[in-house]
């Protein structure tokens, strides 16, 4: 009985060695993964919205022989910009120092390199609220800083861009589903339902618009309005999205 019960227990062990040795698909059945038998689209769809608000960023730029000429030069016009910018209801909250940097000039010479001064600049970031003020609190703050005040660009955005980006959402799902209806038909299966669907990319951020670096003269009988132009923001939507085939 003993004997007999060794040689089952070995008859077994041998099985499962060569069970275990055997190709996977001899055991069990194969049973292919919603990812062997799918389509993969990528849809994008794009809403186009007026800006509603603007970051100006502007600031001083000056040279002096000694450092606390050029810090004190700039000091005094910056200070003259900002109290134009609150002068135009830009709340202090949304005026921002972005950078404030002091570094030697030199001249190259065939004696070698010589100091010539120092160069200070300061710069703001001011959120506009108010487009249509927005030329003129360019002229006030360039009016006001000088010959030294330069303009570095403006960005238009969207504050709220959540209702604008569900409509992006919405066409690149729509285009997607159409991208892969079409394949399906073209290969002759059946489209099946999403097995998953990934926001790839969306536009955070609007395009910016620049205005060009310059700087400006003070010059108030010949002053006009500078023409500023908004223009409309486009807000793009990407995504990928994987059907199943029936």
Request: one cysteine or more.
């Amino acid at each position: 009985m003993n004997k007999f019960k060794c040689v089952c227990l070995g008859f077994s062990a041998l099985l499962a060695i060569i069970l275990t040795g055997c190709d996977p698909q001899i055991i069990s059945p194969i049973v292919p993964s919603p990812e062997s038998r799918s389509i993969h689209v990528t849809g994008n769809g794009s809403v186009t919205g007026e800006p509603d608000i603007a970051r100006l960023n502007l600031g001083v730029s000056v040279e002096k022989e000694t450092v606390e000429e050029a810090r004190e030069a700039a000091a005094s016009a910056m200070t003259a910009v900002i109290d134009s910018l609150k002068a135009n209801d830009i709340a202090e909250n949304d005026i921002q120092t972005e950078n404030f940097s002091i570094y030697p000039q030199y001249d190259y010479t065939e004696e070698g390199r010589v100091l010539r001064g120092y160069r200070v600049n300061n710069t703001v970031s001011a959120k506009v609220q108010d487009l249509e003020s927005l030329s003129d609190i360019i002229d006030d703050a360039t009016a006001a800083g000088g010959d030294i005040v330069v303009v570095n660009n403006i960005q238009f955005m969207i504050e709220d861009p959540t209702p604008l980006q569900a409509q992006a959402r919405a066409l690149a799902v729509k285009n997607a589903e159409a991208k892969a209806q079409t394949l399906a038909e073209a290969s002759g299966v059946t489209l099946g339902k999403p097995i998953t669907i990934t926001e790839t990319s969306h536009a955070s951020g609007p395009p910016i618009a620049y205005a060009e670096a310059a700087e400006f003269a003070a010059d108030e009988s010949a002053r006009s309005s500078t023409p500023i132009q908004a223009g409309e923001l486009t807000i793009t939507i990407n995504v990928t999205i994987v059907y199943e085939i029936e």
